[in-house]
């Protein structure tokens, strides 16, 4: 029996933290001198209005959270969260139109870093600097907000945790999840602090210094300026904006493995080496193919290529370059690129290289099978031995991937949308990357697609942060069954 009260319980609470960070941003808004303030006043009071009377409704609450609980409370802090957070747009009235507002701010929770937005510089410092927190905060996810307040009511994280990571396995670096979410969360904000400061020395200023470590370590892709990072024609921001990129598309449980002396455990695992050779092989593929088809020399044909391929493959979706003008070759590379993902267990999106390390073994010991059908072949990462249930749920998660993608993309193309940039937009959404392509590439915004487009989007956007299974699953008779 799902547990209503508790539920709404601790999304009032998050509720209330959202409003806090509401607050922070108009102080921002102050310290500028921006006309957004009051809309920051007004979207916290409502936030704390609503979180305060959720909170009430929820009193008395008994202190036992299901599986099915752990289901409702992720997607429903990520819809609620998106709801409260449009608000400053749309109050301030430089995004009046709720359905882009609401676009906007999903793409932001989910760190997609699609936007609507043609001249993003229009905004003022509270509002950018709203867009960009979003991205930090979904990035690691409003799940670890809420196993940090769970303890509070006296429940523990254990199933908002495998919702919030449903359908792969993650590794548990301590005994409760509640202290490895703490420590995780030490780590993001040690490395969004210092890239601040890298940024910094770079010759960004404090303001898009802070607003781009949110987006790069969220891996989110939003930036203060319309042009990107490649309005700031910096070889040494691009560079480092790279390797951050990098170690943010790294599963932070290895980074706390690193951390904490355990290098053998780093440097073994076989899901970093995929996501590692496939940045260097991919890097190298392009950065040739730029050196011999366009005017560049062999540095920036390699930071073109490295910065693109580390941003897709991470699905940051930050742009230095328009790859709708390299060679159409190097198209199907983007494309392959964006489907991929990064490690498991990180900020990215995508379909993520460790159920791709799986059924590359998979469909390798099916042609072993062939001429041996009576041999044992079990499949091992890491040493492991990788149970038929997870298998079939890898197979799963990509059937439904695909699936989604094909109906999608065929409901835009209905909306009047051309075929690639219908399925460029709903690759880039579900994978939460963020530039498309054709007219909706790196260069482009998304404001010119249809209105229901936008909320198809944005659903595909919340699918795919939450992998899939934890939104659909709420669409299942069973799942309200009672038991």
């Known amino acids: ?12 609470f998050l509720l209330l933290i959202e409003a806090a960070m509401l607050v922070f941003c108009s102080i921002i808004s102050l310290i500028y001198a921006g006309d957004d303030l009051l809309s920051f006043i007004y979207s916290a009071c409502a936030c704390i209005g609503g979180g305060s009377l959720l909170l009430l409704i929820g009193r008395d609450a008994k202190k036992n959270l299901g599986r099915r609980d752990g289901y409702i409370i992720v997607t429903v802090s990520w819809l609620i969260f998106s709801l409260f957070g449009m608000l400053p747009f749309v109050i301030s009235g430089y995004i009046p139109s709720i359905t882009d507002a609401f676009f906007e701010t999903m793409s932001g929770f989910s760190s997609t870093g699609a936007t609507i937005l043609n001249n993003i510089e229009s905004l003022p410092h509270g509002l950018l600097f709203w867009r960009s927190m979003t991205q930090w905060i979904g990035g690691l996810g409003i799940v670890f907000f809420t196993i940090a307040v769970l303890p509070i009511f006296g429940v523990g994280g254990v199933q908002v945790f495998a919702a919030e990571a449903s359908g792969m396995a993650h590794d548990k670096v301590y005994p409760r999840i509640g202290i490895t979410a703490k420590w995780i969360w030490s780590i993001y904000v040690g490395m969004t602090g210092t890239l601040a400061a890298l940024l910094m020395l770079g010759g960004m200023s404090l303001f898009d210094s802070i607003c781009h470590a949110f987006t790069t370590t969220s891996t989110g892709g939003f930036s203060t300026k319309q042009d990107s990072i490649a309005y700031f024609d910096s070889p040494y921001i691009e560079y480092v904006i790279t390797l951050f990129m990098f ?7 290895l980074l706390l493995f690193a951390v904490t002396g355990r290098f053998k455990k780093f440097f073994q695992n076989a899901e970093l080496k995929w996501f590692s050779i496939s940045v260097i092989a991919l890097t190298v593929f392009i950065a040739i193919g730029l ?8 540095e920036e044909a390699f930071r073109k290529s490295i910065f693109q391929v580390v941003s897709l493959h991470t699905s940051t979706g930050y742009a230095t370059a328009n790859y709708m003008t390299w060679p159409s070759l190097l198209w199907g590379l983007i494309v392959v690129i964006m489907l991929m993902g990064a490690c498991a267990g990180s900020t990215t999106g995508g379909i993520k290289c460790i159920r791709l390390l799986i059924v590359s073994k998979l469909t390798r010991n099916e042609f072993k099978h062939i001429t041996h059908p009576n041999a044992v072949l079990p499949v091992r990462v890491n040493s492991q031995v990788i149970s038929p249930s997870l298998r079939s749920t890898i197979l799963a998660f990509l059937f439904l991937y695909g699936l989604v993608i094909i109906v999608s993309t065929l409901i835009l193309m209905g909306l009047g949308m ?12 579900l994978g939460n990357m963020g530039p498309s392509l054709g007219k909706y590439g790196p260069d482009s915004s998304w404001s010119t697609i249809p209105a229901v487009g936008k909320w198809l989007l944005s659903f595909l956007m919340l699918m795919g942060r939450l992998e899939i299974f934890t939104v659909l699953l709420l669409f299942t008779s069973n799942f309200w069954k009672r038991i």
Do not use: A, H, Q
């Not at 050196?291 to 062999?298: A, F, L």
């Not at 051309?418 to 959404?429: P, V």
């Open 418 to 429: 051309e075929m690639m940039e219908s399925l460029g937009c709903c690759i880039s959404s």
């Open 1 to 12: 029996m799902i547990n209503s009260k508790i539920i709404l319980r601790i999304i009032g």
């Open 291 to 298: 050196y011999w088809t366009r005017p560049m020399d062999g």
């Open 247 to 253: 170690l943010s598309g790294i599963n932070f449980s």
